[in-house]
């Protein structure tokens, strides 16, 4: 059997993105629109930042960091009502203390695409302009 009939497929996983609107309107409503909009964005950022942190983390096989990394994208991502994120982030927490560096590398790389996923569907949200 030759190689001319092989087919390549690439594999683009997506994830279900779980948002709780009612919390972003809740912040809105207690800081003020403009006030909310500050908080909701400065959230946004500290979440993209930590998610890049923690593929670094994992890279560098630093669980300890990685632990503590996904505590807090927990803590912001509650905060915000990403649900999905959230639940993913303590996943990797529950990981980090185990020796299964297959299961880690998959949730790690899972709580990223929640993460974009979950970022994206905030900032394409038509009711808030972040």
Same mark, same amino acid.
């Given at each position: 059997?030759?190689?001319?009939?092989?087919?390549?497929?690439?594999?683009?996983?997506?994830?279900?993105?779980?948002?709780?609107? #009612?919390?972003?309107?809740?912040? %809105?409503?207690? /800081?003020?629109?403009?006030?909310?909009? @500050?908080?909701?964005? !400065?959230?946004? +950022? #500290?979440? @993209?930042?930590?998610?890049?942190?923690? &593929?670094?983390?994992?890279?560098? #096989? *630093? /669980?300890?960091?990685? *632990?503590? %990394?996904?505590?807090?994208?927990? &803590?912001?991502?509650? =905060?915000?009502?990403?649900?999905?994120?959230?639940?993913? @982030? =303590?996943?990797?927490? *529950?990981? %980090?203390? &185990?020796? #299964?560096?297959?299961?880690?590398?998959? !949730?790690? @790389?899972?709580?990223?695409?929640?993460? +974009?996923?979950?970022?994206?569907?905030?900032? *394409?949200?038509?009711?808030?302009?972040?």
């Amino acid at each position: 059997m030759g190689c001319g009939n092989m087919h390549i497929s690439e594999l683009r996983p997506s994830e279900a993105v779980l948002l709780n609107g #009612d919390r972003l309107e809740e912040i %809105c409503r207690d /800081l003020g629109y403009r006030g909310g909009e @500050a908080a909701i964005s !400065t959230t946004l +950022e #500290d979440l @993209a930042g930590l998610l890049s942190q923690a &593929r670094s983390f994992w890279e560098q #096989d *630093d /669980l300890s960091a990685l *632990d503590l %990394c996904a505590g807090q994208v927990v &803590r912001l991502s509650d =905060r915000v009502g990403m649900a999905g994120l959230s639940r993913s @982030a =303590r996943n990797v927490r *529950d990981l %980090c203390g &185990r020796p #299964d560096a297959v299961a880690l590398a998959a !949730t790690v @790389a899972r709580m990223r695409r929640i993460g +974009e996923q979950s970022l994206l569907a905030i900032w *394409d949200r038509q009711d808030l302009i972040i």
